[in-house]
């Protein structure tokens, strides 16, 4: 079974400050997806980044950045210089390789970590 | 543009009434996704659909049905069988994995539709 664990609730943090957000995942796949999904206040989830297992390669795009651990069965994802337009909830999900016809991308999420940035 | 669209924002119904919930999508994308999502709670998979007129039940797929019979859209019937039906409801789709290998593509995620039974 798959799990996405993210033990932070809430964050709250004033603008500028660099923040992390955790992600711990449980899986017996040898190969598996991970992704972050920013979901603001309209509701929509926007799609941030996906990620392999065979990749560790860390990720920098623009002010975000992720640190992909697999001794650690981590995957997190660090705002630098936080801004308020950052405040939503943050998921982060899992998902196994399509080894069967007629799978679809089944997705597992964690419960997602809400951050507020104020000035 | 290209996206989906989820009709309503809000819906009001009272107990024991089936509602529908409408999700379209102009990505021409082949899988389409029901998600529920309650407060504090990560989302939940409802049914999921790789193919027209093909579905499969999610992780909680008890007290909903779903069709297929396009590929732009794919309704959810919340039934007066779900027991809590009050949720925040998101449709997603994403490209068929299948078509290009065994990575699992990103999904795309409609507006939602927040419902609420009384």
């Known amino acids: 079974a798959q799990k996405v664990t993210q033990a932070q609730t809430e964050i709250s943090v004033v603008e500028k400050e660099d923040v992390t957000l955790d992600c711990v995942y449980e899986?017996?796949?040898?190969?598996?997806?991970l992704f972050w999904y920013k979901q603001p206040p309209s509701g929509e989830l926007v799609f941030l980044i996906r990620?392999?297992?065979?990749?560790?390669q860390n990720e920098i795009s623009g002010r975000y950045s992720w640190n992909f651990q697999k001794s650690t069965s981590s995957f997190n994802f660090t705002i630098t210089a936080s801004q308020v337009v950052d405040s939503a909830v943050y998921f982060c999900?899992?998902?196994?390789?399509?080894?069967?016809?007629?799978?679809?991308?089944?997705?597992?999420f964690g419960t997602g970590t809400r951050l507020q940035v104020t000035l | 543009d290209g996206g989906i669209t989820q009709s309503p924002k809000y819906l009001f119904r009272k107990e024991g009434q089936n509602v529908t919930l409408s999700c379209e999508q102009n990505?021409?994308?082949?899988?389409m996704y029901w998600y529920r999502q309650d407060p504090g709670q990560g989302l939940r998979l409802i049914y999921y659909?790789?193919?027209?007129?093909?579905?499969q039940k999610g992780d909680i797929a008890e007290g909903y049905s779903v069709s297929r019979e396009k590929k732009e859209s794919f309704p959810l019937t919340v039934t007066s069988a779900q027991k809590n039906p009050t949720a925040f409801y998101l449709c997603?789709?994403?490209?068929?994995?299948?078509?290009?290998?065994?990575?699992?593509?990103?999904?795309?995620f409609g507006p939602g539709t927040r419902l609420t039974v009384t």
């Open positions: 899986t017996r796949d040898t190969t598996y997806y």
């Open positions: 990620r392999n297992s065979f990749d560790e």
């Open positions: 990505l021409n994308h082949d899988a």
């Open positions: 999900a899992l998902s196994a390789p399509f080894i069967n016809t007629g799978t679809a991308s089944k997705l597992t």
């Open positions: 997603a789709s994403s490209i068929d994995p299948l078509r290009l290998g065994t990575e699992p593509y990103e999904q795309y």
């Open positions: 659909s790789q193919i027209v007129n093909d579905f």
